[in-house]
């Protein structure tokens, strides 16, 4: 029975994938009905918190948008990237990843990644080589930041045993090493610009050839009036994210006993509600200072790609988590002798089912839980953290879609094998080299 359900969960998550925006979320609700209603399974808790992070980060996010603050960020990014072209292929992915620690987010890089392939060209270096690094590098930092759905998730489920900044010192300096290491095998990926055929045929058009050199560094509306303010209200919601769970102590507690969404049974705040209730003020303070109305909030691309990603992760968490709750007995009996003796086999259960959810917020909430029940221990799961980033195997996620086209080289691409693109290796290599550096620094700081 278990493989009959097994194979639905595959079919919705398939189906969802290839409808794209929402609709790993609707799929993801129609296999959960034939779960309830031909399987009779218990449906599992639907994942509130995650989906609560998720729409008031991005909402916070969506407001520094519309307030211009998004705008100085990127001219601040352009400077840095301008200032050693040379060196692209290091700096690209370095600031992306940078900028969607900060967010919380990869989708804040969709207007840095036509920088970094304007300045590749250039510099006649192949644009693949920063773009796929560079993709990759945002979406490491999905599990290094303090304000992101899965580190909060993770926090959650590990119920305090490790705080969050004790997660974020291990995440980042593991992704840090797992980006400089998809640097390396980058650095001579591909052949050089003015070897490469396509290049050279396409440099035959005068049209071509003029805008690949035009300077477009120039070419900008002028900044909103609290563009800087917004970021430093937003920069200021971070820090006191990263101090309170530094110091649960500075928060009010409550009679134990009585847990609730926002209160666990010691009576303690969550934080995921401090989160929530941070960034959500922090949008707030950006509206009221800075005088961003709440309908060019709504407009803001951002905002459009958060209730998305609300969707999918709402049906498709839910699905999982009832198949995985229903089963827990024989998924534990069939993980559980390899797992006790090598606990970094359970890394590769958690990049296999990301490469079919396609979100670290949603394979965290999906198999973290099942890693404890195996007796993992918790500095070995928060190791295992960035192995939940193979949502680029399979070529269809927005950030890498959005590279190739950036791309007028066409060195970034997506193969004839579909699986053989200009990803795969950089994605491969980072993530692995982050969760060994994460055992390492785990030992080391946990």
Request: glycine fraction near 8%; charge should be positive; proline fraction near 6%.
């Amino acid at each position: 029975m278990i493989w009959i359900q097994f194979a639905i969960l595959l079919v919705a998550i398939l189906i969802g994938a290839r409808m794209k925006g929402i609709g790993l979320g609707v799929m993801g609700m129609v296999a959960l009905l034939l779960f309830v209603f031909v399987f009779r399974m218990q449906p599992a808790d639907p994942p509130i918190d995650v989906m609560l992070i998720i729409l008031s980060v991005v909402t916070t996010a969506a407001t520094l948008q519309a307030a211009g603050g998004m705008d100085f960020l990127v001219r601040l990014a352009e400077k840095v990237l301008r200032s050693k072209p040379s060196l692209i292929v290091l700096i690209g992915p370095l600031t992306t990843f940078v900028f969607s620690v900060f967010a919380g987010t990869a989708h804040i890089t969709y207007s840095l990644l036509p920088i970094i392939a304007e300045v590749s060209t250039k510099k006649r270096i192949r644009p693949e080589r920063a773009l796929s690094i560079s993709v990759i590098a945002s979406h490491l930092a999905v599990t290094a930041s303090p304000i992101s759905a899965a580190t909060a998730a993770l926090v959650g489920i590990l119920g305090g045993a490790i705080s969050l900044p004790q997660v974020v010192m291990v995440s980042i300096p593991a992704a840090l090493v797992g980006i400089l290491a998809g640097v390396a095998v980058c650095w001579k990926k591909g052949k050089d610009l003015d070897k490469d055929p396509v290049f050279l045929e396409k440099m035959k058009d005068p049209e071509f050839a003029k805008s690949i050199d035009t300077d477009t560094s120039g070419s900008r509306a002028p900044l909103l009036p609290g563009a800087k303010t917004s970021v430093i209200i937003f920069g200021l919601a971070v820090l006191m994210i990263v101090l309170v769970g530094a110091f649960p102590n500075l928060l009010p507690s409550f009679e134990p006993g009585h847990p609730n969404l926002a209160i666990n049974k010691l009576g303690n705040i969550k934080m995921a509600a401090m989160i929530e209730l941070i960034m959500l003020g922090a949008a707030a303070g950006i509206m009221l200072i800075c005088k961003t109305s709440t309908a060019a909030v709504a407009k803001a691309s951002l905002f459009t790609a958060g209730a998305s990603a609300v969707i999918s992760i709402f049906g498709v968490v839910w699905m999982s988590a009832t198949f995985m709750q229903t089963n827990q007995g024989v998924i534990e009996a069939a993980l559980g002798n390899m797992v006790r003796s090598a606990p970094w086999t359970f890394a590769i259960a958690i990049f296999l089912l990301s490469i079919l959810l396609f979100s670290q917020a949603a394979t965290t909430q999906a198999l973290m839980p099942l890693g404890l029940s195996l007796g993992i221990v918790p500095p070995h799961l928060v190791a295992m953290f960035h192995g939940s980033n193979g949502d680029f195997v399979l070529p269809g996620y927005p950030t890498l879609l959005a590279a190739i086209n950036f791309d007028r080289t066409g060195s970034t691409h997506i193969g004839k094998f579909l699986v053989n693109h200009s990803f795969m290796i950089p994605g491969l290599v980072a993530v692995g080299v982050a969760v060994a550096a994460g055992f390492f620094f785990a030992g080391i700081l946990l």
